[in-house]
């Protein structure tokens, strides 16, 4: 059953319980990070971000809760609310098209 969640939240910005949100989570604080780091990495902490349902009403940059599809649990702050995947593997080489094919005719 798919959910359209977006009339509910443009207004306030307040997801509700229920809805497909994303979370971020800090896993590690800069002062937890290894030594053999790059110091401008080791500078930053180290996140992630999950996906799941809400557990309860929740507002983005505030605390959350959410249920990943295999029903695991965590607590982050709301980052994004019915996120969507916007991966790339950049721009296309023009020197890539060609591999494999010098060869052929």
Do not use: C
């Not at 979370?23 to 590690?28: E, G, S, W």
């Not at 349902?53 to 249920?67: C, H, K, V």
């Not at 609310?81 to 721009?91: L, Q, V």
């Amino acid at each position: 059953m798919t959910r359209d969640w977006s009339d509910a939240v443009s207004a306030t910005k307040v997801a509700p319980e229920g809805a497909w949100v994303e979370i971020q989570q800090v896993v590690l604080t800069p002062g937890e990070r290894a030594e053999g780091v790059p110091a401008d990495t080791a500078a930053t902490p180290l996140l992630q971000w999950v996906d799941g349902f809400l557990t309860a009403p929740a507002a983005l940059g505030e605390e959350a809760t959410i249920r990943t599809i295999i029903g695991r649990t965590h607590t982050g702050v709301l980052s994004r609310i019915n996120p969507g995947y916007s991966h790339s593997f950049g721009e296309t080489v023009d020197e890539i098209l060609t591999i494999g094919t010098e060869y052929e005719s």
